[in-house]
């Protein structure tokens, strides 16, 4: 049997500094050393629960130089915890390098659980929960955030975004043009802190009510929007076979049902149906 260390991936508080759990103070103060992101900003928190852990920085600047030295000291039996700044580590936020290193070297890694910013704001929002994508933050070059919203507009799961106080109202702007002013959404800013909010309403109602208090654009946020609504059978119905009339103008039947389905997303059999009667009424 080895005697490597254990790396601990451990959650902090999001801000509230009693939302940090008994096994995960137990974990910081027992370990041989703890990386954090920012040694210096996660120190009053240290201090607050008397751990006295040496700490050694891991940023998103430094985490590949970082890996060998702790992997080494892991293969000589010291346990070793992850923190960042707020909440859980990995989650936009470094560890991905370290911990899949770890893993391949045959080290055991452990979760230590706690808060996430954007699972607190999902379970605040009352937006859909069954089903959910974490986004965390979009690029910032405005070409790749087109993109990338535009690969989401199908999407029917609850989407899950990260974004900077001072982009808020260009992002709701954004979030317009791609998913339409009335989709229900929820700013959930500044969670587990003093000025806590919890704002629900369309993108379009969002957007009006950010802009008009100006405190709203200040803190911490997490953006949920709700995913696309289920099209009804009509509507399904009416944009495959606006489709498809452009298609079976150009092609074969089954290059057409092949091409809508792709399309549109819908199921094959049914665009192949409509496909037929289109063209039995022809
Ligand atoms: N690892 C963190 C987590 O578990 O949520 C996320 C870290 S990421 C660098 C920071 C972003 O998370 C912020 O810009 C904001 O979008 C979100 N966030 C963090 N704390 C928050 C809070 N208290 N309220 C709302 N959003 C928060």
């Given amino acids: 049997m080895n005697q490597f260390g254990t790396l601990y991936i451990v959650a902090t508080p999001l801000g509230h500094l009693q939302d940090m759990s008994w096994r995960a103070v137990e974990i910081l103060q027992t370990v041989h050393l703890i990386a954090a992101e920012d040694t210096r900003h996660s120190l009053p928190l240290l201090q607050h629960y008397s751990i006295k852990t040496p700490t050694i920085s891991l940023h998103a600047h430094n985490e590949a130089e970082r890996i060998e030295q702790l992997q080494k000291r892991l293969q000589q039996g010291e346990s070793i915890a992850l923190i960042s700044d707020a909440g859980t580590p990995l989650i936009s936020d470094p560890g991905f390098l370290l911990v899949r290193k770890i893993r391949e070297v045959g080290i055991k890694v452990v979760p230590i659980p706690g808060p996430c910013a954007a699972i607190s704001a999902l ?141 549109t997303a819908f199921k094959k059999n049914h665009i192949y149906e409509i496909a037929l009667k289109m063209q039995k009424t022809v």
């Fill in 123 to 263: 379970c605040v929002g009352g937006l859909p929960t069954d089903r959910f994508v974490f986004e965390g933050f979009l690029p910032q070059r405005s070409a790749l955030r087109q993109t990338r919203l535009a690969q989401l507009v199908l999407e029917e799961r609850t989407l899950i975004f990260y974004e900077a106080p001072h982009r808020i109202l260009v992002f709701l702007k954004e979030l317009q043009t791609v998913f339409g002013q009335n989709r229900p959404a929820v700013i959930a800013r500044e969670l587990t802190k003093i000025f806590e909010t919890i704002l629900t309403g369309t993108l379009l109602q969002l957007y009006e009510k950010v802009e008009e208090d100006k405190n709203q654009q200040r803190g911490e946020i997490v953006v949920l929007v709700a995913g696309k609504p289920k099209n009804n059978e009509e509507e399904i119905t009416a944009e495959i076979t606006r489709i498809l009339t452009i298609l079976l103008a150009e092609c074969s039947l089954k290059q057409a049902v092949d091409i809508t389905a792709k399309l």
